[in-house]
């Protein structure tokens, strides 16, 4: 039997909360299957690891993560510490640190959760948004001088590299391939920034040449708001760069009807390092403790996760799971229920029991 070791790392705020509901149902769906099993290790760092110690994590973190076959995150974030120290401190080392190149951001409306865009629901938006992870306008160059001087200037550099934009483009390319409509939208701000986003779009076309099977449109970012709006159906696999795919998951999010539910994969597509699997919601910290935490975001997640180490049948089991529970009403205050955290476990857990698919 495999077994698969997984690093937890809850985190923040709901964290823990949605990490432990995750792990409730893995586990039962490990022994559901019976052809695998987890191994999960539990990593205590985030926002009360630097208040005791300075730092988010130990300098040796990336070294504690490497051996394992994946990592699963909760949230980071707190109100007494700096947001950039938070994402720095943890996150951000983490995705560039084992190079997870490719975020990963499905989105859908699941049934029983009714989304704001008129007369949609179910099947009229399903997308998979592909965010570059590892340079762009989150390379973190730049700097500060004359700090409070009325002079002062500040530089945020974005770095776009051949090699980075290659990468990211052939695996929306292949992802859009292996999903059943192969249709890909390249999105860039080649209009306005015409060095880096210029060489995006050169590059897609060259990377195209090789996928030949699969249909390709570009898309200014401004103007793929308004076609996320209201064109939903002609979208399927999306790529953009950091910060535009941070933008428009947002936008994908609450069109799908709460980005309470969704979630991503940072991955290492070569796989010389162990990916992670997170909720994009984060520390919520309004909520923490009340046992009301919507933990879809992290299931769905937890899908993502086993796709990842092979096991498809499993995912879909789970998916359809979330997705049942979801029909039912069985949902968390955030998306309209009355449910808690708890219950819509217990309820997943249930349906997974009982599945014989
Ligand atoms: C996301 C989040 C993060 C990001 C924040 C918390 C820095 O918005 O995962 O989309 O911008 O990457
Ligand atoms: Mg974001």
């Known amino acids: 039997m495999k077994t698969f070791n997984i690093a937890t790392i809850p985190a923040d705020g709901i964290g823990p909360e949605v990490i432990a509901a995750g792990v409730a149902v893995l586990d039962v769906l490990a022994a ?45 974030g707190a109100p007494d510490v700096p947001d950039h120290i938070t994402l720095w401190g943890l ?104 060095h880096g986003m210029v060489m ?6 060259e990377v195209a040449a090789e996928f030949p099977d699969v249909t390709w449109d570009k898309m200014l970012v401004d103007a793929m708001t308004v076609r996320m709006t209201l064109d939903p159906a002609s979208l399927d ?10 933008i428009l998951s947002d936008l994908a999010g609450a069109l799908a009807g709460s980005l309470g539910v969704a979630p991503t994969g940072n991955i290492d597509p070569e796989r010389r390092f162990p990916s992670m699997f997170e909720p994009i919601h984060g520390s919520a910290f309004d909520i923490t403790g009340k046992g009301i935490a919507n933990p879809v975001a992290t299931f769905w997640t937890a899908c993502q996760m086993l796709e990842h180490l092979g096991q498809d049948a499993p995912a879909r089991r789970l998916m359809k799971a979330i997705e049942d529970v979801c029909a039912a009403g069985i949902m968390t205050p955030d998306v309209g229920g009355s449910s808690t955290t708890r219950e819509v476990t217990d309820a997943v857990i249930e349906s997974i029991r009982g599945s014989n698919r």
Request: proline fraction near 5%; aromatic fraction near 10%.
């Open 200 to 205: 995006w779009d050169e590059i897609a076309a």
């Open 32 to 76: 559901r299957d019976g052809g695998f099993s987890f191994n999960f290790q539990n990593f205590d760092w985030g926002s009360d690891y630097y208040r005791a110690h300075g730092r988010m994590m130990p300098e040796d973190g990336l070294d504690l993560l490497k051996g394992h076959d994946a990592i699963f995150f909760g949230a980071v």
């Open 237 to 246: 696999t999306i790529v953009a760069t950091n910060l535009h795919a941070d």
């Open 91 to 194: 996150r951000l080392p983490i995705c560039q640190g084992f190079d997870q190149y490719a975020n990963v951001r499905p989105t859908r409306i699941l049934p029983g959760i009714s989304a704001p865009l008129r007369d949609r629901g179910p099947g009229d938006l399903d997308w998979v948004i592909v965010r570059e992870n590892s340079e762009g306008e989150y390379a973190g160059h730049g700097g500060r001088a004359h700090r409070g001087l009325p002079e002062e200037v500040a530089t945020e550099t974005a770095i776009f590299t051949r090699v980075g934009v290659t990468r990211i483009m052939r695996y929306a390319f292949s992802l859009a391939r292996s999903r059943p409509r192969r249709l890909l939208t390249v999105v860039t701000k080649s209009n306005a920034q015409r």
